[in-house]
């Protein structure tokens, strides 16, 4: 079975600066999507960026990046810029290339210092 | 469109009773997920349809748990003879199927709570 570990429960940074969640999976499986989610305080979850695991380049969308490492199972977030609106629970996610459920970790919480 | 609905977003039942929850998707999306999750943890998966039919139960889905997508367009979750363990947040996803890295749209939740 897939897991995913977020291994950081908290995470604060300062506006307008950087910081990187870090998440680990497991899989036995070489075809697979890993995603980054963000749940808002009392918020519905949306998408942040996605990495399809056979694309050796790393996803970017605007101030979001990954660090994608496959042979490690690594898949980190880095947040440039960060602006008070970032504050949220963030859950890395994996779905496997035959399989439709998404597997999540237990997030880290962001909070942003003004 | 608006996105995925669910009702009610709040529910607050006593123990041994039954609830339903009911999750709108976006209109033109085919698959219908429902995950749980519980204070401080991520969303587990419960179960998916493809239009009608229901393709895939996780463990998670107690005899006491059902679900159903009639007609392949709003889907409801029935908990029967609730329990304390039950209380979480009920999350609804949908997304259209397709090759590669689809997005599940998610909805707000449907929180239980179990007296």
């Known amino acids: 079975a897939q897991t995913v570990t977020q291994s950081q429960p908290e995470m604060s940074v300062q506006e307008a600066e950087t910081v990187t969640l870090s998440c680990t999976y497991d899989t036995s499986e070489s075809d697979y999507y890993l995603f980054w989610y963000k749940q808002p305080p009392s918020r519905q979850m949306i998408l942040v960026i996605r990495q399809e695991a056979y694309k050796q380049q790393n996803a970017t969308e605007n101030r979001f990046s990954v660090n994608f490492q496959k042979a490690a199972k690594s898949f980190s977030l880095k947040i440039s810029d960060s602006q008070l609106g970032d504050a949220a629970m963030y859950f890395c996610a994996y779905r496997g290339s035959r399989n439709e459920k998404l597997t999540f970790g237990t997030g880290t919480r962001l909070t942003i210092i003004p | 469109d608006t996105g995925v609905s669910q009702d009610p977003r709040h529910k607050i039942t006593k123990r041994g009773q039954n609830v339903t929850f009911r999750c709108d998707p976006i209109?033109?999306?085919?698959?219908l997920y429902w995950y749980r999750q519980t204070l401080g943890q991520g969303p587990e998966f419960l179960t998916y349809?493809?239009?009608?039919?229901?393709?895939?139960k996780s463990r998670l889905l107690s005899d006491r748990f059902s679900a159903e997508r009639p007609k392949g367009s709003f889907s409801t979750l029935e908990i029967q003879r609730t329990e304390q363990g039950d209380s979480a947040m009920y999350l609804c996803?949908?997304?259209?199927?397709?090759?590669?890295?689809?997005?599940?749209?998610f909805g707000p939740g449907t929180r239980l709570t179990v007296t």
């Open positions: 996803a949908s997304s259209l199927a397709g090759t590669g890295g689809y997005e599940q749209y």
């Open positions: 349809f493809q239009n009608e039919a229901q393709l895939e």
């Open positions: 209109s033109e999306h085919n698959r």
